[in-house]
């Protein structure tokens, strides 16, 4: 290590000691609860726990997610020591000093919650044999560029005098920071695995070749030829597919049975066994996992149909597009019938409303009769990967068991799943809470984050299980307030909602932020695509290419920016 590096986290390293004992982030209880002993809050897993809704994470979107809802809950009856690593708008960290307890970071899985790439979504044949720094936290000085699992962990590298995994830091908070703190009790919730089936349902991700659902030869006149070319030079190159929901793709990007049950066994072995020593009485909530096949980003015959009409009255998808019930017929079951992905959608939908027809739009789905096999998810495979995530989930709940009375499995799982799907109905106020993309008022604008209300609903259910094992009694949040002022609550029931107030921050948000409803009072106003819509998604699209090496080498080649 080089003495400037040294220097640099001897400094910082006193600066966060002087933050955390001077300012430990506390929330405090009520004054009933003044005398309680206070709780360590602690959270892992993916972006869920991190906090992202509408594609980006922000100190709006984190403070209104399930894990902070708890917290404020729970801070009523108890105290509370619960920390977020809030993100300015940007996605900046707002306080770098501010020792986190929230550890969950957006994209992890069971492997890289632990800093470990999982070789099937690298394209690789074998496991890796050493952790990633790319998935560590290491920075001796955090800057704006670094990734989230910097932003999200630091400054615990600097305490913990190494890089750290997101477990690395769970492991630190909760044997030297509950000794620093003096803190006797700790809660854990860990729900993690939800991204070990998400690439292979939203059809994006991976690596060696990345997948994108883009209806590439639909779109590709109405993109700049620059990105045109880069598109068509990087799937050649074998750096991008445009077909994810191939049984060979989906099989790429879904963990495997074994592999998922031995890592996730591997995880909680770490995590109580090396907390062991821990001044605190530690409690572990372990989360199940939900039908990834059954967001609202996936799009059924009946979504597509419902926004396309609004630009051409006489749209229907074609034949061979697997309809969940017959023409005009309500919804019955709603994890049958095709999808296509959100993305997917949104290009059908500026297709329709920059006036292009039928037959150009369902050239998306369907090619001469048959159903084009890598653009849209199939009920059949949609089938597989349920078929996988209950496997995970009985894995879960099988490892579980065989770390003690203090591991306590929340089957969250089928409980969103059976709300959201109609199975257990829930109501928020008089509305029934379903998986339709924003008229069903569960999902942020991505259509895979959960909703204010969503998230309030989550933090219910977590709550109940959090009152048991702590035998407190917080409060459960009143949905149907909640929704009433939710920003992702379709209002005037045109299908479009507000969405928040703050700017998009580029990227997918900015072209989410398209979807805005312009009036949620008015159910005559509807979305209309800007003028340089086009211009905007090839902006986009170019942004996210140029992030793989060799394509970015190559247009700089061509000299493109």
Same mark, same amino acid.
């Given at each position: 290590?080089?003495?400037?590096?040294?220097?640099?986290?001897?400094?910082?390293?006193?600066?966060?000691?002087?933050?955390?004992?001077?300012?430990?982030?506390?929330?405090?209880?009520?004054?009933?609860?003044?005398?309680?002993?206070?709780? &360590? &809050?602690?959270?892992?897993?993916?972006?869920?726990?991190?906090?992202?809704?509408?594609?980006?994470?922000?100190?709006?979107?984190?403070?209104?997610?399930?894990? #902070?809802?708890?917290?404020?809950? &729970?801070?009523?009856?108890?105290?509370?020591?619960?920390?977020?690593?809030? !993100?300015?708008?940007?996605?900046?960290?707002? %306080?770098?000093?501010?020792?986190?307890?929230?550890?969950?970071?957006?994209?992890?899985?069971?492997?890289?919650?632990?800093?470990?790439?999982?070789?099937?979504?690298?394209?690789?044949?074998?496991?890796?044999?050493?952790?990633?720094?790319?998935?560590?936290?290491?920075?001796? /000085?955090?800057?704006?560029?670094?990734?989230?699992?910097?932003?999200?962990?630091?400054?615990?590298?600097?305490?913990?005098?190494?890089?750290?995994?997101?477990?690395?830091?769970?492991?630190?908070?909760?044997?030297?920071?509950?000794?620093?703190?003096?803190?006797?009790?700790?809660?854990?919730?860990?729900?993690?695995?939800?991204?070990?089936?998400?690439?292979?349902?939203?059809?994006?991700?991976?690596?060696?070749?990345?997948?994108?659902? /883009?209806?590439?030869?639909?779109?590709? +006149?109405?993109?700049?030829?620059?990105?045109?070319?880069?598109?068509?030079?990087?799937? %050649?190159?074998?750096?991008?597919?445009?077909?994810? !929901?191939?049984?060979?793709?989906?099989?790429?990007?879904?963990?495997?049975?074994?592999?998922?049950?031995?890592?996730?066994?591997?995880?909680?072995?770490?995590?109580?066994?090396?907390?062991?020593?821990?001044?605190?009485?530690?409690?572990?909530?372990?989360?199940?996992?939900?039908?990834?096949?059954?967001?609202?980003?996936?799009?059924?015959?009946?979504?597509?149909?419902?926004?396309?009409?609004?630009?051409?009255?006489?749209?229907?998808?074609?034949?061979? /597009?697997?309809?969940?019930?017959?023409?005009?017929?309500?919804?019955?079951?709603?994890?049958?019938?095709?999808?296509?992905?959100?993305?997917?959608?949104?290009?059908?939908?500026?297709?329709?409303?920059?006036?292009?027809?039928?037959?150009?739009?369902?050239?998306?789905?369907?090619? +001469?009769?048959?159903?084009?096999?890598?653009?849209?998810?199939?009920?059949?495979?949609? %089938?597989?990967?349920?078929?996988?995530?209950?496997?995970?989930?009985?894995?879960?709940?099988?490892?579980?068991?065989?770390?003690?009375?203090?591991?306590?499995?929340?089957?969250?799982?089928?409980?969103?799943?059976?709300?959201?799907?109609? %199975?257990?109905?829930?109501?928020?106020?008089?509305?029934?809470?379903?998986?339709?993309?924003?008229?069903?008022?569960?999902?942020?604008?991505?259509?895979?984050?959960?909703?204010?209300?969503?998230?309030?609903?989550?933090?219910?259910?977590?709550? #109940?299980?959090?009152?048991?094992?702590?035998?407190?009694?917080?409060?459960?949040?009143?949905?149907?307030?909640?929704?009433?002022?939710?920003?992702?609550?379709?209002?005037?029931?045109?299908?479009?909602?507000?969405?928040?107030?703050?700017?998009?921050?580029?990227?997918?948000?900015?072209?989410?932020?398209?979807?805005?409803?312009?009036?949620?009072?008015?159910?005559?106003? #509807?979305?209309?695509?800007?003028?340089?819509?086009?211009?905007?998604?090839?902006?986009?699209?170019?942004? #996210?290419?140029?992030?793989?090496?060799?394509?970015?080498?190559?247009?700089?080649?061509?000299?493109?920016?």
């Amino acid at each position: 290590m080089t003495s400037a590096r040294r220097l640099a986290r001897l400094c910082l390293g006193g600066l966060a000691f002087a933050e955390f004992v001077a300012h430990p982030a506390s929330i405090g209880g009520t004054a009933s609860a003044s005398g309680a002993e206070r709780v &360590l &809050l602690v959270g892992l897993g993916d972006s869920i726990t991190h906090g992202t809704m509408n594609a980006t994470n922000n100190y709006v979107n984190a403070g209104n997610a399930y894990l #902070q809802r708890v917290a404020d809950q &729970l801070a009523t009856v108890v105290p509370v020591r619960f920390s977020l690593p809030f !993100y300015a708008f940007g996605e900046i960290r707002k %306080k770098p000093f501010a020792l986190p307890t929230n550890l969950g970071v957006d994209g992890s899985d069971s492997f890289s919650i632990e800093g470990l790439d999982y070789y099937k979504r690298l394209g690789a044949t074998s496991p890796p044999s050493a952790v990633s720094p790319a998935l560590l936290c290491d920075r001796p /000085f955090l800057r704006p560029s670094d990734d989230d699992y910097d932003k999200v962990l630091y400054p615990i590298n600097l305490l913990a005098h190494q890089p750290v995994s997101p477990v690395d830091a769970a492991v630190w908070t909760l044997t030297e920071g509950a000794r620093l703190q003096r803190l006797h009790k700790a809660l854990v919730v860990l729900w993690i695995g939800n991204n070990d089936s998400s690439l292979a349902a939203l059809g994006g991700g991976g690596a060696n070749p990345q997948f994108q659902p /883009f209806p590439f030869d639909q779109i590709k +006149n109405e993109l700049k030829p620059a990105l045109r070319y880069l598109l068509r030079y990087a799937e %050649k190159t074998g750096q991008v597919s445009f077909a994810p !929901y191939t049984q060979a793709a989906i099989e790429r990007n879904l963990t495997d049975l074994a592999d998922f049950a031995a890592q996730y066994d591997h995880l909680l072995g770490r995590l109580t066994t090396e907390t062991a020593g821990s001044s605190a009485d530690i409690q572990w909530l372990v989360l199940t996992l939900p039908y990834y096949s059954a967001v609202g980003y996936l799009m059924d015959s009946e979504d597509i149909e419902f926004y396309l009409r609004k630009y051409i009255p006489t749209y229907t998808v074609p034949a061979s /597009f697997k309809r969940v019930a017959p023409q005009g017929q309500p919804i019955t079951d709603p994890l049958q019938g095709d999808r296509v992905s959100l993305l997917t959608f949104g290009f059908m939908v500026t297709l329709a409303g920059t006036g292009h027809g039928v037959a150009e739009i369902n050239a998306i789905l369907d090619d +001469n009769g048959v159903q084009r096999d890598g653009i849209v998810l199939s009920e059949d495979e949609q %089938k597989f990967i349920m078929n996988r995530i209950d496997g995970f989930n009985t894995a879960i709940k099988t490892v579980a068991a065989g770390y003690g009375p203090q591991v306590h499995v929340v089957d969250m799982g089928r409980f969103l799943n059976d709300a959201l799907t109609g %199975k257990t109905p829930v109501f928020a106020g008089d509305r029934q809470l379903t998986r339709k993309w924003t008229r069903g008022s569960s999902f942020s604008f991505d259509g895979v984050h959960p909703s204010y209300t969503a998230q309030s609903l989550i933090a219910n259910q977590l709550l #109940q299980h959090v009152n048991g094992v702590l035998g407190v009694s917080a409060p459960s949040y009143a949905l149907g307030q909640v929704i009433a002022t939710g920003p992702y609550a379709d209002q005037d029931g045109d299908g479009w909602a507000p969405g928040p107030d703050y700017p998009a921050d580029g990227g997918i948000t900015q072209l989410l932020s398209l979807l805005r409803d312009p009036d949620d009072a008015d159910p005559t106003e #509807q979305v209309q695509m800007p003028a340089d819509v086009w211009d905007q998604i090839s902006a986009v699209l170019l942004h #996210q290419l140029l992030g793989i090496h060799s394509v970015a080498e190559e247009a700089r080649r061509m000299g493109i920016h």
